[in-house]
């Protein structure tokens, strides 16, 4: 169909259509898993680090070459740097210590993962091949 016109009934509206539905329910968060926890502890001391070496990078540069500006944007590249190379740490400690706290047997296998709590409601509401 290239032109023509159409008339629409709009039944629902707001909380009560099928998208009013899906955005509350993505809206809804239960407490935090052990897992996501440990990754927001990890996280800020992460950021914390962060924190403590870009300005130290810059007075220590400021102090041996004289030259501030350079010594600001040096310490801005490293703390720019530092994010992505402590990002996959941060994945990895998370999921070592829930490995060993599991070999221990603290808990379930499943109990402390994060879940898709926030997709389980969802179904397929429109076709996904054209009908012929």
Same mark, same amino acid.
């Given at each position: 169909?290239? /032109?023509?016109?159409?008339?629409? %009934?709009? !039944?629902?509206?707001? #909380?009560?259509? %099928?998208?009013?539905?899906? !955005? $509350? &329910?993505?809206? %809804?968060?239960?407490?935090?898993? #052990?897992? $996501? !926890?440990?990754?927001?502890?990890?996280?800020?001391?992460?950021?914390?680090?962060?924190?403590?070496?870009?300005?130290?990078?810059?007075?220590?540069? =400021?102090?041996?070459?004289? #030259?501030?500006?350079?010594?600001?944007?040096?310490?801005?590249?490293?703390?720019?740097?530092?994010?992505? $190379?402590?990002?996959? +740490?941060? %994945?990895?400690?998370?999921?070592?210590?829930?490995?060993?706290? +599991? &070999?221990?047997?603290?808990?379930? &296998?499943?109990?402390? =993962?994060?879940? /898709?709590?926030? =997709?389980?409601? =969802?179904?397929?509401?429109?076709?996904?091949?054209?009908?012929?």
């Amino acid at each position: 169909m290239f /032109s023509g016109t159409a008339t629409a %009934v709009v !039944a629902l509206t707001g #909380d009560r259509a %099928v998208f009013g539905h899906i !955005a $509350e &329910s993505i809206a %809804v968060r239960g407490p935090p898993s #052990d897992f $996501e !926890a440990g990754l927001s502890r990890i996280a800020r001391l992460l950021l914390a680090i962060i924190a403590v070496m870009a300005p130290l990078v810059f007075l220590i540069n =400021w102090l041996t070459k004289g #030259d501030w500006f350079g010594a600001l944007l040096f310490a801005m590249a490293v703390g720019v740097g530092l994010v992505p $190379e402590m990002l996959p +740490m941060l %994945v990895t400690v998370n999921l070592a210590r829930r490995a060993l706290a +599991m &070999s221990r047997g603290a808990r379930s &296998s499943s109990s402390g =993962w994060p879940r /898709s709590r926030t =997709w389980a409601p =969802w179904t397929p509401s429109a076709r996904t091949r054209p009908t012929r």
